[in-house]
């Protein structure tokens, strides 16, 4: 097994359909990279046809335990950032609340803990959207709960809302140049 980079990025997959395919995708652009992978997420990305097939320059850690055993890397610095995308209602409202309690959500609190910045794609982010379900483009309509929910993740620290997929993109490669100017 080729040897583990530290400090490296931190993926975290939640279980939204929307952007799904497009987010996984972009992993693979990534070399240096653990991918958290949520109960929810797991079984969404076997109805897209994905499989976590990663080089083995990363590592896929699921959610199995209650304490979040693999979020332990935060502590010894092996991680330089945080990206939760897509980012379900779900882990958006627990992030918000300050709940801890799936891997995804222990994965932003430890980040937050130990300082290291997150960019996080929210799945609700306008009363009306079209997302893709497992059969095909599908209209939903987030509840104002859930668009607060972004609004307030938008003002915590170190955290940056992206809501596209362009957005994201341009967020992850800014802050892998950022990370590469430090060295
Ligand atoms: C095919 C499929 C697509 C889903 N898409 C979304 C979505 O776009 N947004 C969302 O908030 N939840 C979506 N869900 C529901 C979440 O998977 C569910 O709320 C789950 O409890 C989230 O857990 P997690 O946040 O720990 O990943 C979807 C579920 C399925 C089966």
């Known amino acids: 097994m080729t040897r583990l980079q530290t400090p490296r990025w931190a993926w975290v997959l939640t279980g939204s359909g929307h952007f799904f395919v497009e987010s996984f995708a972009l992993i693979h652009t990534l070399v240096h990279c653990d991918v958290f992978v949520s109960k929810a997420a797991n079984e969404v990305l076997r109805m897209y ?16 335990t209650a304490s979040a055993v693999p979020v332990g890397g935060f502590y010894h610095g092996d991680y330089h950032s945080v990206v ?33 910045p997150s960019i996080v794609f929210a799945c609700d ?9 497992p059969g095909g483009m599908v209209k939903v309509y987030p509840r104002p709960i859930d668009l607060e929910n972004t609004a307030r993740l938008k003002t915590y620290e170190r955290t940056e809302v992206v809501e596209s ?5 341009a967020a992850v490669t800014r802050r892998g140049r950022e990370v590469a100017d430090l060295g």
Not at 49 to 64: A, C, Q, S
Not at 128 to 133: G, K, P, R, V, Y
């Open 165 to 169: 997929l362009a957005e994201l993109t």
């Open 49 to 64: 046809g994905l499989k976590l097939d990663f080089p083995d320059t990363m590592r896929v850690l699921h959610d199995k």
């Open 125 to 133: 982010t306008a009363p009306e959207l079209e997302t893709m379900a």
């Open 84 to 116: 939760i995308a897509p980012a379900t209602s779900n882990t958006v409202a627990k992030c918000v609340a300050g709940i801890s309690d799936s891997l995804p959500t222990n994965v932003y609190a430890q980040a937050g803990k130990c300082r290291v």
